[in-house]
Every structure is written in structure tokens, then in C-alpha cells.
């Protein structure tokens, strides 16, 4: 198949490149090659290059930025992510498009599934709402990957800033009470390449298994590592931050599951291989 994928630079971007390239064709775009808040560029480069299915990792990711940048995040998340939905519409082809826990108001006591109710409180979350109301008023053919706690050997992430943090001081403090679970980024590319190869469309919560606080996160982390660090827990109103987060935003993978995919593994097995890489 023909792949159009957007972010190719990013995290995901990066690893979704290293899952597909054997087995399809691939056209990369990045911000500089294509704006995809332009509209008339999106449907232009779309049409010109007639992909059998784009894949959209471009997001604007700063959850704290998105509360200081609210348009700069409604126009890549929202207005971005509807262009390339008109864009796919216009030469037929599916969008899977990445989304995110944030949609979520995170108040559940269960894990969360695919038609919970949305109430995202971040701009953050209420940004990327929009993308996915957008495809599902443009698209019959889409996959919306909702996923959690991305982390990759290509960018910043929180296993990579504790480990820093670590060089310098043996206590971190770290919040205990926002639960999720940590992704790990070339687990979720594979589970894209499966899904692009089925019409099983639909909204999907794709993570990898299990789950933990952010506290609980850092300290296997440091337990993998072998670094001796003290994890202190503190509350989320204690360490203060712009946006607000969702405090539980497990994602249950219920549809993946009853479409006959594998459970992704366990997060810790997947931190385990991602911190021998880098420590």
C-alpha cells in the first residue's frame, strides 16, 4: 500500500516509519513539507499523491502550551486533522488519526471504553475532541486511535527525564494520583500496521496492558535502571501546572480486543526493553 504519514519526524512518526518501510510505500510529510492547517495544501498534496491510506501522528502535544497557544492547539489538533478528513474524502481513502486519554474527563473508576462519555478538561483534551468530531462528520472509513502516556526512543518523554533527573539527585517527587498507562511508541506503530490492513473501522483504544500512577511509573523505572532514587508522591494540586490533568484515564482496549487483535504486552515488560536501550 501507498502511506502517507504525517509527523514523520516525530515519536511515533519515527517508529511508525521503522514498522511500515519493509512492506509499504511511504510518503513522509513533516510540518515544513506539509501544513496540515492549510487546507488547500492538504487537499492538493493528498489528491496529487493519492495514498491508499494516511496515517496522522501530527498533533500539537504540549498540554501545558496548549493552554497558552489555545489557537496554535485548535488549529494543528482540530482544523488540521478536518482538513486532512476533507482531503481523504475527496480521493476515498481511510484516516487513522492518533488521539488520546485527554478526551476523557478522567473521573471514571473503571477503566475507560470507546463510547464513555467525552469531556475533556484541558484545552489540550477539548483540541483534539475536535479532530476526532471532525473525521466523524467527514469520513466513513477512519480508525481513531485513542492511546495514553507515549513514550520512544525519538523525543522527550517521562522515562527519559527521570533517568536525567537521576544523575543529579537521589529524591524526585512525582504525582500519585493521575493513573493511566505508559505506551510504549513501536508497540503502538505495530498495532496500527495491523489495524490499515483490515476494514475494521471504528474508534480504538490502543495502549499497551496493565497500569500505574506516574509515581508507581517512576519508581520501576529506577528499579529497572538500578538507580538508587527516592520517589516521593505528592498530589497533582501540589505540583502545579497550567493545564489540568484527567486523574484516572486507563483505556480499556475493549474494541480491539473483540475485532480479534492481541492484547499489547504489559507496560513494564515494554519499559523494561525501551530503559535497557537508553540507560
Sequence with gaps: MKVLITGSNGMLGHDLIEVLKDEHELILTTSKTLDIT?????????????????????????????????????????????????????????????????????????????????????????????????????????????????????????????????????????VYDEVGTPTYTPDLAKAISQLIDTDYYGIYHVTNSGYCSWCEFARYIFEVAEKDVKVTPVTASEFARPAPRPHYSVLENKRWIENGFEPLRHYKEAAKEYIELIK
Design 38 to 174: 492549510n487546507k488547500d495544501k492538504v487537499i492538493e498534496f493528498i489528491g496529487e499523491n493519492k495514498p491508499d491510506v494516511v496515517i496522522n501522528s501530527a498533533a500539537y502535544t504540549d498540554v501545558d502550551g496548549c493552554e497558552e497557544n489555545q489557537e496554535t492547539a485548535y488549529a494543528v489538533n482540530g482544523d488540521g486533522v478536518r482538513n486532512l478528513a476533507l482531503a481523504c474524502s475527496e480521493v476515498d481513502c481511510p484516516l487513522v488519526h492518533v488521539s488520546t486519554d485527554y478526551i476523557f474527563n478522567g473521573e471514571n473508576t473503571r477503566p475507560w471504553v470507546e463510547d464513555d462519555e467525552i469531556g475533556p478538561i484541558s484545552v489540550y483534551g477539548k483540541s483534539k475532541l475536535k479532530g476526532e468530531e471532525a473525521i466523524l462528520e467527514i469520513l466513513d472509513k477512519f480508525f481513531i486511535v485513542r492511546t495514553a502516556w507515549l513514550y520512544g526512543i525519538n523525543g522527550g518523554n517521562f522515562p527519559k527525564t527521570m533517568l536525567e533527573l537521576a544523575k543529579n539527585r537521589s529524591e524526585i517527587t512525582v
